[in-house]
């Protein structure tokens, strides 16, 4: 089982954003120390929510400040960005790390960043797909072309190619990881060999179905037997240690609702449809009755339950629940030297 962290690099109510950057980035370094397996990124636009807006970007220190850790991102938007200067920034990391880099992918929402980017409505609810098969294009070919309604350019090269790593990096390239929030999404995944970031909200029941989904889906589009059963999904969900269960829910009951209102409230759309958002507190208390939060001996049995039910093995943990730096370092800790070593 491999347990990693998910910076989303929340401002919380009163905070400013650089503090809210300087604590995603030293959760990061502090799961490294506390043996974690990886740090997963989240990318946001024009809302405290999140306060990174280039996962791929934040990637890059990280990469530059760790040694060990996988470096992934949860996810760079791809209707927001091209698809061949992503595959670049990927290839380079994947190459100048050691293999350590993770590109995960996701359509993002009908957010005013399409606008902003120039992007249209079409990109975030027709053109994933396309995007996604010239970037993997990109990552795995030697010379490239596109003919799209999106993209279209002449034949050329693949530079830096991620499948000349050297040492011992991944020939193939960088792991690739779709986040999937519907069937459609799921179906797009498994066609292609992808492994899925599965989002917090949803509980083991409907992760089981999802990989249930995928399985089904990747067998008829002819993967095997060996891909499909490997492959390294990845549930997102929210940790928070406490020496009594009470006491971790009440640490993230205080904090998380005022964070969430404040973030989920300054979304806009494209096109002015609505969205209905959650409500912060029962959110909260949902995140706490899924997830693990509690005591070290309840979190791993979560964990282990949670992997036992999904046949998932890889979780990204949102560990900055709190809103405190200090606090968000010792749930760290707590989380690699209290919880790791009863799961084995």
Same mark, same amino acid.
């Given at each position: 089982?491999r347990?990693?962290?998910?910076?989303?690099?929340?401002q919380?109510?009163?905070?400013?954003?650089?503090?809210?950057?300087?604590?995603?980035?030293?959760?990061?370094e502090?799961?490294?120390?506390?043996?974690?397996?990886?740090?997963?990124l989240?990318?946001?636009?024009?809302?405290?929510?999140?306060?990174?807006p280039?996962?791929? =970007?934040l990637?890059?220190?990280?990469?530059?400040?760790t040694?060990?850790?996988?470096?992934?991102?949860?996810? @760079?938007? *791809?209707?927001?960005?091209?698809?061949?200067?992503?595959?670049?920034?990927?290839a380079l990391?994947?190459? =100048?790390?050691?293999?350590?880099?993770?590109?995960?992918?996701?359509?993002?929402?009908?957010?005013?960043?399409?606008?902003?980017?120039?992007?249209?409505?079409?990109?975030?609810e027709?053109?994933?797909?396309?995007? $996604?098969?010239?970037?993997? @294009?990109?990552?795995?070919? @030697?010379h490239?072309?596109?003919?799209?309604e999106?993209?279209?350019?002449r034949?050329?090269?693949?530079?830096? !190619?991620p499948?000349?790593?050297?040492? /011992? =990096?991944?020939?193939a390239?960088p792991?690739?990881?779709?986040?999937?929030?519907?069937?459609?999404?799921?179906?797009v995944?498994?066609?292609?060999?992808?492994?899925?970031?599965?989002?917090?909200?949803?509980?083991?029941?409907?992760?089981a179905?999802?990989?249930?989904?995928?399985? !089904?889906c990747?067998?008829?589009?002819?993967?095997?037997?060996?891909?499909?059963?490997?492959?390294p999904?990845? @549930?997102?969900?929210?940790?928070?240690?406490?020496?009594? /269960?009470? /006491?971790?829910?009440?640490?993230?009951?205080?904090a998380?609702?005022?964070?969430?209102?404040?973030?989920?409230d300054?979304h806009? %759309?494209?096109?002015? !449809?609505?969205?209905?958002?959650?409500?912060?507190?029962?959110y %909260?208390? *949902?995140?706490?009755?899924?997830?693990?939060?509690?005591t070290?001996?309840?979190?791993? /049995?979560? $964990?282990?339950?949670t992997?036992?039910?999904?046949?998932?093995?890889?979780?990204a943990?949102?560990?900055?629940?709190?809103?405190?730096?200090?606090?968000?370092?010792?749930?760290?800790?707590?989380?690699?030297?209290?919880?790791?070593?009863?799961?084995?």
């Amino acid at each position: 089982m491999r347990v990693g962290t998910f910076v989303l690099a929340a401002q919380f109510p009163g905070q400013g954003q650089g503090e809210a950057l300087h604590r995603a980035v030293r959760s990061a370094e502090v799961a490294e120390e506390a043996g974690l397996d990886a740090a997963w990124l989240a990318e946001h636009h024009f809302v405290p929510y999140g306060t990174c807006p280039s996962a791929i =970007t934040l990637a890059a220190l990280l990469l530059g400040r760790t040694r060990t850790l996988r470096v992934g991102t949860a996810v @760079s938007v *791809l209707p927001t960005a091209h698809p061949v200067a992503l595959g670049e920034q990927a290839a380079l990391l994947h190459l =100048t790390s050691g293999g350590r880099f993770s590109l995960g992918v996701g359509r993002g929402g009908p957010w005013v960043d399409l606008e902003v980017f120039g992007a249209g409505l079409d990109a975030y609810e027709t053109g994933f797909p396309d995007s $996604l098969d010239l970037l993997l @294009s990109w990552l795995r070919k @030697s010379h490239v072309a596109a003919e799209g309604e999106r993209f279209a350019f002449r034949e050329v090269p693949v530079v830096p !190619r991620p499948a000349e790593a050297i040492g /011992d =990096t991944d020939p193939a390239g960088p792991e690739v990881v779709v986040a999937c929030t519907s069937p459609k999404s799921v179906r797009v995944a498994a066609e292609r060999g992808l492994p899925m970031l599965l989002g917090m909200h949803c509980g083991d029941e409907e992760k089981a179905e999802m990989v249930a989904l995928w399985r !089904r889906c990747a067998r008829e589009a002819g993967r095997t037997p060996e891909e499909i059963l490997s492959a390294p999904h990845v @549930s997102a969900g929210v940790a928070q240690i406490g020496d009594r /269960d009470a /006491d971790a829910s009440e640490t993230l009951l205080k904090a998380m609702p005022g964070w969430l209102k404040q973030g989920l409230d300054a979304h806009v %759309t494209v096109d002015g !449809r609505t969205r209905k958002m959650r409500d912060p507190r029962a959110y %909260t208390e *949902l995140l706490c009755s899924l997830h693990p939060v509690g005591t070290p001996q309840l979190c791993a /049995d979560r $964990l282990a339950a949670t992997s036992e039910r999904t046949g998932i093995s890889r979780f990204a943990l949102l560990v900055e629940g709190s809103g405190d730096l200090t606090a968000t370092e010792e749930n760290v800790r707590r989380l690699g030297a209290e919880v790791l070593p009863q799961l084995g």
